[in-house]
């Protein structure tokens, strides 16, 4: 009689014929004899809704009372989920994140789970209860409501996971589980059956959007084994877990392809130490997220200057050149050059660490369909480049099928 | 520096527009140097919405959880109604039911007050904010979210005075305060400036529909003092307080006429001990709310008969029929009679126990208007008449005009 815990997304509870579809999987799951967590989002539509009255009533709606009306989103959902399943004739009780014992720290819209005291959520399975627990809130220890933020209700999952020490958790969304590439792109991608902590990260921070990267963070740093699957079929899902001996045999788990980034270029920066700081101490502070930074060696005898290149998120792109124009004073650099038209290509796999020459291979790759490369950043299990955009789909492809076919 | 606390129920906080003129109101009392806590119902048209969701899931949704799924809708109101006040400049900050230290019995959907610890509320006020509290709703002490039933925020804004030691207690709702009649029906009817509970109560028990009896009888039983008042403009409204000697002065309060009545007569029915009994118990067995009964002394010699009368919502009158068509063989009585033509008139006023000759008074003036009475009913500060419906609003105007013109 194992303990699983369940998460199903907005769009797997949209609404009451979805739900019932939930509720009918749960009841199949506790006929095999398991006990089941159960942990849901907000039904989609319905935080954009709340988000939307709020901005009626002032520009930055307060964070905490932010909370407060989030959180009915989540409420709304297990009162519905556990109807469904009474109406089956299954014994189910909701739990808001406050009554499942879930305690955050205080900063509220992006709250951090403190610990969780699962007293009540195992009175409730004891009870033979299905416990249905709203995904992504908690309170502070003072009882405020808090929400975690993106991909919270994955993270309250993760969470519940190793606080209740079960023995699976799984991610119920709308994709079969993992893939090599975007199916969308590479129709010869194919559902990965497993992948390590580190290359989910990766293939997450290199914008494959499957789930945000501080929940599977949590589940590594806890060594709690998920499974992504879909909640529209009965297809085994991808396991996510600690890497393992055998996973180093994959050279390349898979490729991913980011069509979101603009690239900045800083050119003719004097080169002396504290510039490149100041640049990005200045983006930080303006909130921007800068994901590749590249610079090269300095040229120029007397004064020497270097160029820096880096890549932010599209929509930060306005933000972000404003900020480096407002520098040029300070800097004295010689001219600022945007491209929007680029595509972020990487490749992970923790495979990546035991055999060499993959960036080679990489590049040999694009090469061969006459692409140029940009930028090039690389860690441990990751190499990354930017190409020009028009042609990121075909090298994605080409990509795909030198190392994944 | 009073401290005040403010209801407003679902149609003052209908929309967006509609909280931003209630947190403008909360912001200019609060200018006047008041502490001022608020308690808000669901925007009107949320609570059916929900309520439809669930149905959609199983025709009688669980009662546990129906107060997990209608407590979000208060929770929202909460949270946009500090958004609208931090948008004004004045500090606020919301609370659940359960935050508020509200607690209640476990019967889920028409939850009693058991207590109220309102430690919270203090800091808070302390501190300096609006505090604005989630009507309708509280928690068990196992900490289950529990709803209070009709005219729940009423009652927790007057239990909250009370717990508080509020100074004033203020319902705000669409109408300007409590009226001698209904000026839909009678042009004449003036707004009163103070009223006694009991009138109050029997005027609600009477039809009037300004607030629940139940909140009525809490005032009373706390000696909460509380002003009823319109939303919309800035017009004084009625005060229901304990009676006074002066109160005994005005012979009638009010004039109410409930047009939402059926009337069922069992004719012949034997008159021995228990037969009463038999036929109330059997509609209390049924949840039918029986309102006026009226049972005559008996006639025929051998074996004596009477005929018992009452009356039951319009709603309830096919289910009242078979109730007592099914206790025939039982009980043996001759037929059955309904009438759904008919209205019932009440007047009411604290003054009738000082002052003889009332009821007299009003038989007469309707005597005189041709009016037949089909049964009478009284009590120490109420007389109640059924006639029938199409004379029911001549009637009242005649009564009104007899007693309060």
Redesign the interface.
Known sequence: MALIVQKYGGTSVAN?ER??NVAARVARHRENGDRIVVVVSAMSGVTDG?IK??R???PI??E???D??L??GE??T???A???L??LGVPA??L?GA?AGIVTDGVHTKAKILNITPK?VHAMLDGGHVVIVAGFQGQTSE?H?TTLGRGGSDLTAIALTAALKADLCQIYTDVDGVYTADPRVIPNAVKLDEIAYDEMLELAGAGAKVMQLRSVEFAKKFGVIFEVRSSLNDNPGTIVKEETRSMEDVVIRGVSLDKNQAKLTVVGVPDRPGVAAGIFKALAGAAINVDMIVQNVSHGAAKPVTDVSFTVDKADLLKAQKVIQGLKPEIGYRELLTNESIGKLSIVGVGMRSHSGIAARLFETLAGQEINIDMISTSEIKVSVVIDLAKAEAAARAVHAAFLE
């Open positions: 009451t739900i019932k709340l009255m709020a009626d009533l002032m709606p307060t905490r009372e932010m407060m009306l959180a009915t409420q709304t297990i009162a519905l556990a109807m469904a009474h109406s009780i909701s808001t009554q009540q009882g409501i």
